[in-house]
């Protein structure tokens, strides 16, 4: 663990970096500066006697002779330049004595670093992803294969330092290994082995029954007339969420494109009935959505693993409309019907009505509270009906299906050259040429189904899922020599397409691969920045967001539904989401600075978030509009990925904030330093039980502890400022009411002091110290996250030095993230095996 912490550690101090300080003829060596600094400010405290913070320094001394000495080199110029050390208490150097054993350290460094590098760590084969395989299994056979499910068995994937992507992590079982051969079988046979159909016809417009609870009321009012959606299908209790059809329970008869006429109407919209009891913004029209279900994999009535929307589209208030949606279905799969931005909790909305509204309806006699009938009779409960369902399929593709195209080709399945074929999709699955290894098998495969007796196309089918279980598709195989230095071109190829695009190279960047031009210095930066302006990059920037920012949590550890009900019935996660995603793409489009991601005048919001911000937008904004640019040069409250709800919501742990656990987040995730765990025998921080403490006093009484002072002292200044968030990132200047009635709700109190010295009073100021003193620690932190995401491997003190070098060509362009991101893409650590 030491090991890795240099990242964080390591520091390209601006002070100095390409500043030379000239030394005197009569200047003492960098051996002598260092051992002098050493002796006069550390060695009292980190000698072999003392060793406080488990640092001992007595035996450093240069030239640096190994790996552990380059670390300890690296943290030392970390404590010296964030003035950490020595602490303020102490002695302090003069700043001509810091800028000089920073330097000597530095030119140590530098001497060491060809004896070093030699040791650098090879990045270990690694398998796909499961979102590289669903994005590589899409690319191969043309078409989304989400509605599948092809991974949802699949074990969860691990993490190193929460990217996705690390070889040593990314483990193969025997049970993934099964699951890759089910997964296979399935993907093929539905696709390619179905039988060839025409199109059918099935009309629905009675008998709608529904969840057990809504039977009774549907029955009474509408004798099933109607199929009713009365709430969002992400709520607690689940009463009218999913409108299935109940004579299409058999589901489509084979894999295809349907098309589903839905004769459907928005109702009471305009109701006058408290809109708080609903939990949404009755203005937005009603959106209509459908997903997949499957009775064969659970409760139709409730949500499904498979389920991705398929369609969707506003509803008309005025009257029954008829509108067509053309979707994908699998086999066996029925549409089930959704309402996105419905109302939170119908069932809790139906008794609030019953109770409060009880004087306005003629029927006074009810079967119970959560009885909706009278409400469905004489009230206004907001809803969609529908009324009339015509599907219609398998719909005929001119030319071949989708995947027969991209399998076999235009022609489709010929007999005569089925080995060709598979030959050819086998070369494109591989991402290389093949081997004669790699063709046997094949061949083998296939002649042993014909001699079968099996038909010549079932043959072929069954060669195509060995190569989909074959380890030249499931793993980033390397045709590089162990010997070599850098990879190949098609190695490098592939590296690059999954690091960039999480799919499969494609014809321009296999065409530089042929030619091995990809090899060359300027044929690479032109194909990654080719890439970085392809719609495709989209894969690279949420999946290294997932992993950086740790985004791929958001949601992990939910915050309590009665108190944050606007998370749930807005779906705020996926808006916090998008709001980071976007952000990152307009640095991308523009080559932004990457300081302004600690801090920024803008950022991208929907209606929903200039909500939850209380941005003047939330006036004009509609849900239809989507994300806008916004600015922010009037709120201090936002700004950069600090003052981003999703950030803000991760890092909190769902039921209350708390500077330790925020602060470990901004050290770890912006700084790049990771705080080692506390002893198993300090006593965890006491909660809150009587109310009458803040976070804060709890932190002064637990650091009182000097084991725990030590570390605390360094994060909780990084996380006091973010106390003026609450858990999913909503602006406060107090913690919630304490209980006892007659105690006001405490003031948050933002302020805090750095190690080093530096203060701070507010968010904004917090943010302000962190661009001036810790920006370059924030540099580094994410030129190695990027290095790590797109090698598949933690970056080692070896990588140091080409770290330093990206650095530098960084700060020469102005912080630009495209051309943080070439320079990283096209380094010598990613080039290397």
Known sequence: ???????????????????????????????????????????????????????????????????????????????????????????QPTPDERLAVVHALKQGATAARGEIESSAPHTAMRRLTSREYENALATLFGRRVDTLGLTADFPKEKTSQHIDTIGQTLVTSGFLLDQYFQSANRLVETRLG????????????GHFVQYEELQSPHKDVFNYGFLNIYEQPNTDTRQGGYAHIEDFLQGVPVSGLYDIDVEAQAMHRNTHYDPAIFGIDLSEPFILGIVPGDITKGHIHYPQPIEPLLASAPVPDERLTSQRFR???????????????????????????????????????????????????????????ISNINIRGPVQEQGGSVEEVAVFGKAGFQADHALDQLFAFAEKAYRHPLTD???????????????????????????LKLILCSPSFLYLSETTEASAKTLKPYDLASRLSF????????????????????????????????????????????????????????????????????YYAEDLPTSMKTEAR?????????????????????????????KLYDLPEQKTLRLADGFKKVSLQADAHRGGLLGMAGVLTVSANGVETSPVTRGVWVSENILGIYPPPPPDDVPAIE???????????????????????????????????????????????????????????????????????????????????????????????????????????????????????????????????????????????????
């Open 1 to 91: 663990m030491r090991a890795m912490r240099w990242v964080g550690l390591a520091v390209a101090l601006a002070a100095t970096a390409g500043t030379d300080i000239a030394r005197a003829e009569n200047a003492p060596p960098p051996a002598e500066v260092v051992g002098k600094f050493l002796e006069s400010y550390c060695l009292d405290c980190h000698d072999s006697t003392t060793k406080k913070g488990k640092r001992n320094l007595e035996g450093f001394k240069l030239p640096l002779k190994s790996v552990a000495d380059l670390i300890s080199t690296r943290e030392i110029i970390d404590q010296i330049t964030l003035k950490e050390m020595p602490p303020k208490k102490a002695d």
């Open 194 to 205: 179905k039988p060839v159909l025409q199109p059918q016809q099935w009309h629905f417009n």
């Open 327 to 385: 979707v994908w279905l699998e086999a066996g799969q029925t549409p089930r019907f959704i309402f996105p931005n419905g109302p939170y909790e119908s069932r809790a909305a139906v008794v609030t009505i019953n109770q409060r509204y009880k004087d306005e309806f003629k029927e006074k006699v009810l079967r119970s509270e959560v009885d909706r009938g009278r409400i469905l009779r004489e009230g206004e409960l907001p809803h969609i009906r």
């Open 437 to 463: 290894a790699e063709r046997e098998p094949i061949r083998t495969m296939y002649e042993k189904r014909v001699e079968e007796k099996a038909p010549p196309r079932q043959a072929a089918l069954d060669a």
């Open 499 to 566: 690091a960039l695009w999480a799919a499969p190279p494609d014809g321009s960047l296999l065409s530089a691969a042929k030619s091995s031009k990809l090899t060359q210095p300027e044929e690479l930066k032109k194909q990654v920045q080719r890439m970085l302006t392809d719609e495709r990059i989209g894969a690279f920037v949420n999946g290294f967001l997932d992993s950086w920012l740790n985004l791929r949590d958001l949601g992990s550890q939910p915050p309590p539904r009665e108190t944050n009900r606007a």
């Open 582 to 610: 976007l952000f990152f793409r307009d640095l991308l489009k523009n080559n932004g600075s990457v300081a302004q991601f600690l801090d920024a005048d803008y950022t991208f919001v929907d209606k929903k978030l200039a």
């Open 687 to 833: 909660a809150d039980v009587s109310g009458a403490t803040t976070v804060r006093d709890r932190l002064t009484k637990h650091r009182a502890d000097k084991i725990c002072a030590e570390c605390h002292h360094k994060i909780d200044p990084l996380g006091f400022s973010l106390e003026s968030f609450d858990p999913i990132g909503r602006w406060r200047g107090t913690y919630p009411k304490l209980k006892k009635k007659d105690i006001p709700a405490p003031q948050i109190d933002a302020s805090g002091e750095f190690p080093s010295g530096e203060t701070y009073q507010d968010f904004a100021g917090f943010k302000k110290v962190i661009c001036e003193t810790r920006q370059d620690l924030f540099l580094r932190h994410l030129i190695a996250q990027v290095l790590s995401y797109s090698t598949g491997r933690l970056m080692e003190p070896a990588d140091s030095f080409v770290i330093d070098d990206i650095q530098e060509k960084v700060k020469k362009g102005n912080l630009g993230l495209t051309t943080l991101l070439v320079e990283c893409l096209t380094s010598e650590t990613f080039r290397s095996r």
